[in-house]
């Protein structure tokens, strides 16, 4: 019998894998578990190459996957001052008047709605902090942004715009443009002409944070874009100097007005891959973002918007899926809005029964009942982000919940009532949007608040999860809704060694104190990652 490369003992071993559900020590060979058992068992598999690992108790888990984050899209977004602590509008401006000027811009990112005290996003209110200067604020939502004055003028930006995709450029009565700039199309008019990093600044700074994410447990994540076509060069590029931190499984965008070209060209990528990232699926958008007015809902918000899909002929997007469906190409959609749920799964149901358990929603913020059910019986996977739950309040005084109203902002996330039909449920945390710390992500699940915010009343939450199914959903449930449960999801002999161990038992341990819970060691194919 040839030797473990990695042999792990003294651990409470939670395997999800329902014919050993429980163990002490894992043995790992090339990438793989080769053995699950006890010590005394698996004793045989040490040799003189074996690292051996003693975990003194800790909690092994299947490796943590972030089921949609941006990890490298993110490293764009997440770039410049981080507003994501500021809470008014006069932080907003002490924050951008000291803000680092880069090139001459200031670049900023990750402003909550409800700083602006519900007034409309207008450049006015921030045009004295930045001092003439172009500015370019991403919000929290990652679908809208602020420009001053002066990066409108570089863009060229005097006016409203038509795109092929739902996007605005928001204009007063009197044709001014206010600086709002409303879902992807309208903002790259600004965003494309910001400073850029070097390839060799990317790398670094990809490399920093799967290593800051491994930290946290993550092992893997479903990352929902490609970016641009030089990401798989850019991951060439890593791993021609050392190996990925973190397993990426990427999803390149199919936006409306795609042609049959473009369509191809979305199968063909399919065949890009690396060690420990391969292109998998594609990513639609089916509606935008409810503070944005974006979210397709069966009845119009409180501002009269929300009535329209992001695909200006949903049935195209029907038709996109159909193809790339029947050429083996999974899906996954952001759906936000009742009305945009309800079209993905009208679509998935068209396609019968081989369209089981390969498709996924994104997001699903506002559903009523009937549609919960429907995940199940269609087999279509729900992808959600727990943490998102920070930017609403209980009492429906955020913004969020101000354009929907109190019934349709009382059925926010429905996490449990999706896991209690009897759906998939993967869980991420779609970073740069919320962090990327997976425990921040298992905790909020369980408590609906973030983790540590006693003072604050839970949103919705008959909806939390337990301490299993927050597991699950980062583990087995993602691996479910990768089309990957064969290989990955639980500890078992055979699946990939992507491990987690944890210093409390995250199904057991109280949730606030999982949310800050040491991480002992991470693997990620059959590699030490982080150790703690």
């Not at 309208?186 to 944070?209: F, H, I, K, Q, W």
């Not at 996490?415 to 970073?431: F, I, K, T, V």
Request: charged content about 25%.
């Amino acid at each position: 019998m040839p030797a473990a490369d990695l042999l792990l003992t003294g651990a409470r071993v939670r395997t999800l894998d329902p014919a050993r559900p429980e163990a002490t020590a894992v043995a790992v060979k090339d990438g793989v578990i080769t053995a699950v058992g006890d010590e005394a068992g698996l004793r045989e598999w040490h040799g003189n190459g074996t690292v051996r690992i003693d975990l003194a108790g800790a909690t092994l888990t299947p490796g943590l996957v972030d089921a949609h984050s941006h990890p490298v899209w993110g490293l764009e977004m997440a770039t410049g001052t981080d507003l994501t602590a500021v809470r008014d509008l006069g932080r907003l401006r002490a924050a951008l008047a000291a803000a680092e000027r880069t090139e001459g811009w200031v670049v900023a990112w990750g402003l909550d709605h409800n700083a602006f005290g519900g007034r409309p996003l207008d450049r006015a209110l921030i045009e004295d902090a930045v001092g003439g200067a172009p500015a370019f604020i991403r919000l929290y939502d990652g679908h809208s942004a602020l420009a001053s004055g002066a990066a409108l003028e570089r863009a060229g930006i005097t006016g409203p715009r038509s795109f092929a995709q739902r996007s605005t450029v928001v204009c007063g009565p009197d044709g001014r443009p206010t600086g709002h700039l409303i879902e992807h199309a309208a903002m790259d008019l600004v965003g494309d002409r910001l400073p850029r990093p070097s390839s060799a600044e990317r790398r670094t700074r990809l490399v920093e944070l799967l290593s800051a994410m491994a930290a946290t447990g993550l092992t893997g994540a479903h990352v929902m874009d490609l970016a641009d076509g030089s990401v798989p060069e850019l991951l060439a590029a890593v791993e021609e100097e050392s190996d990925l931190p973190v397993r990426l499984r990427l999803a390149p965008w199919c936006m409306p007005g795609a042609d049959e070209e473009a369509l191809d060209e979305l199968v063909r990528v399919q065949r890009e891959a690396g060690r420990l990232w391969r292109v998998g699926g594609v990513k639609f958008f089916m509606d935008g973002t409810v503070e944005g007015g974006t979210a397709w809902l069966e009845h119009a918000d409180c501002h009269g918007e929300g009535t329209e899909a992001f695909w200006p002929d949903p049935e195209a997007y029907t038709a996109a899926v159909t193809r790339l469906h029947r050429a083996g190409v999974r899906t996954a959609t952001h759906a936000i809005g009742d009305a945009a749920v309800r079209h993905v799964l009208d679509t998935v149901e068209a396609l019968g029964e081989s369209g089981r358990l390969r498709h996924r929603v994104e997001h699903i913020e506002t559903v009523p009942d009937g549609l919960a059910a429907r995940f199940a019986a269609l087999g279509v996977i729900a992808s959600m982000q727990p943490t998102h739950t920070a930017y609403t309040r209980a009492d429906h005084s955020d913004e969020w919940s101000k354009r929907l109203g109190d019934e349709r902002a009382g059925r926010a996330w429905r996490c449990r009532d999706l896991r209690d039909a009897g759906a998939y449920l993967a869980l991420g945390s779609d970073w740069p949007i919320a962090h990327y710390d997976v425990r921040q992500v298992l905790a909020t699940a369980r408590l609906r608040r973030l983790p540590g915010a006693y003072d604050t009343e839970p949103v919705t939450a008959e909806q939390a999860l337990t301490g299993l199914m927050a597991l699950e959903g980062c583990t087995s449930h993602a691996a479910v809704a990768a089309g990957e449960q064969r290989v990955a999801g639980r500890i078992a002999v055979g699946f990939r060694a992507d491990l987690t161990a944890f210093g409390v038992d995250p199904v057991a341990a109280p949730a606030d104190e999982l949310s800050e819970a040491p991480v002992r060691l991470t693997v990620c194919g059959g590699r030490v990652v982080h150790r703690g």
